[in-house]
């Protein structure tokens, strides 16, 4: 990615492109990932329930192989991998599907408590909140200053009554990891299943569902380097997890998500997942190095920066950063060379200050003074440096001015 190309917009037809800094968001679909869909949208086309003939057998294959690429990158088996249609459909399903279940469609079992956290994605929380209107029990705990998970609170939150637990396995905002294996043992001892949003999480960070204790699991493909639209849910065989469909069909991926699969972007999915599993580690350790440039550069220069969110359980590629006495919207504002972001995208439209952020125990000036930065497999030093010289930039112009203002009153 380079800062000299344009984009077209409406009613610009010449606009620079800004540094991409917000991979939190949304990431590049990879060339690599580009070139093994194309076939399947006009060549390779058939239907893979399509059981009759060769272009139904011959997409069928490609979606298994997908399968078999993902279940690889999260140590799971090829029959466990449900694919939907993203991250959000998969959290629904796991929270919904899971809790709806063991209400009362087992004989004998009542299980209608869920744990969550208060920094959960919006898509689990609503989750949350749709069964707390159904009459469920579920308990959100908080988070510790940190963003993690105080897991002496969980224990004592997770009764026999728990159907499922959902904690993110990485906060979308502020890149933290919990401790994932930790909250599996716990969720495994009290018969709970362990669902974890691992969207920000897998591609980045090594997962072992087995070896974790993970039931349930979602990614979205487009999170890491895939296409939009395209998603997974991770469902345990072994002990068997039982959940309850969001929606009726012809009963296609197992019976938990009917409806024709999109066999371009399961293909794309699959391919990301195998880059993934061969590059992680060493696109870990450069951003981890880009990650610390950045923050240096800024720390060394400027005065009230903060970071939010724990400095070491954290994923290499985010930086979600306080800057004492700025509005961040007022200064993406005067930064369009850069694409950053104040908070999650799916959150975006808010002009509240990040219920996150709020969630660690920041004052709201200081929720609302930070940015969140997350780079990624494109990003490259040269625009790190621009970035730190926008940033100090921008930051030393909106304090002045908000110091002379204050002079002049």
């Known amino acids: 990615m380079t800062t000299d190309s344009v984009t077209e917009k409406p009613g610009d037809t010449a606009a620079p492109r ?10 590049p679909t990879d060339p690599r990932v580009v070139e093994a869909m194309l076939p399947f949208f006009n060549q390779r086309f058939g239907n893979p329930h399509s059981a009759q003939h ?11 192989t997908a399968r078999a690429q993902v279940a690889a990158l999260i140590g799971a088996e090829p029959r466990e991998i449900v694919f939907t249609s993203g991250a959000t459909e998969s959290n629904n399903l796991a929270v919904k599907g899971a809790a709806r279940f063991h209400a009362g469609r087992l004989q004998g079992d009542r299980k209608r408590r869920v ?82 949003d691992a969207a920000q999480a897998v591609g980045k960070i ?19 380097y895939g296409p939009k639209g395209i998603g997974v849910l991770y469902v345990r065989r072994r002990p068997r997890v039982r959940l309850e469909p969001l929606f009726d069909g012809g009963g296609q991926e197992r019976g938990f998500r009917s409806g024709t699969l ?10 990301a997942c195998a880059i993934a599993a061969r590059e992680m580690g060493e696109e870990a350790a450069r951003l981890e190095r880009l990650k610390d440039k950045l923050l240096g550069g800024l720390t060394d220069r400027l ?28 200064l993406m504002q005067v930064m369009p060379g850069l694409a950053v972001a104040a908070g999650s995208a799916c959150t975006s439209a808010s002009v509240e200050p990040s219920y996150v952020l709020r969630g660690l125990g920041l004052p709201e000036e200081l929720a609302r003074a930070s940015l969140r930065i997350g780079l ?22 909106l304090r002045g001015a908000s110091a002379a203002s204050n002079a002049a009153e």
């Not at 800004?18 to 990431?27: C, F, G, M, R, S």
């Not at 974790?212 to 990614?219: A, E, Q, R, V, Y």
């Open 115 to 196: 744990v969550t956290t208060e920094t959960e994605h919006k898509c689990v929380l609503e989750s949350c909140r749709r069964l707390q209107r159904e009459g469920f029990d579920v308990v959100f705990l908080p988070v510790e200053a940190n963003g993690l998970l105080d897991l002496d609170r969980l224990a004592a939150a997770v009764t026999e009554e728990t159907a499922v637990v959902s904690i993110m396995a990485v906060n979308n905002e502020i890149g933290v990891i919990q401790p994932l294996t930790e909250i599996g043992a716990i969720c495994r001892a009290r018969g709970a299943y362990f669902h974890s």
């Open 262 to 271: 999109p066999t371009p972007l399961c293909v794309g999915l699959g391919e």
């Open 303 to 330: 005065e009230g920066v903060a970071m939010n969110g724990d400095p070491e359980r954290r994923i290499a590629g985010n930086l979600n950063l306080s800057f004492a006495g700025i509005d961040s919207e007022a």
């Open 54 to 64: 060769a272009l139904g057998w011959d997409a069928e294959a490609a979606v298994e």
């Open 18 to 27: 800004p540094i991409y800094l917000d991979y939190q968001a949304t990431t």
């Open 206 to 224: 090594p997962i072992d569902v087995q070896a974790m204790s993970i039931d349930l699991l979602s990614i979205s493909g487009h999170k890491i």
């Open 376 to 397: 990624g497999r494109f990003t490259t030093e040269a625009e790190i440096d621009q970035a730190i010289e926008q940033i100090v930039e921008a930051v030393t112009r």
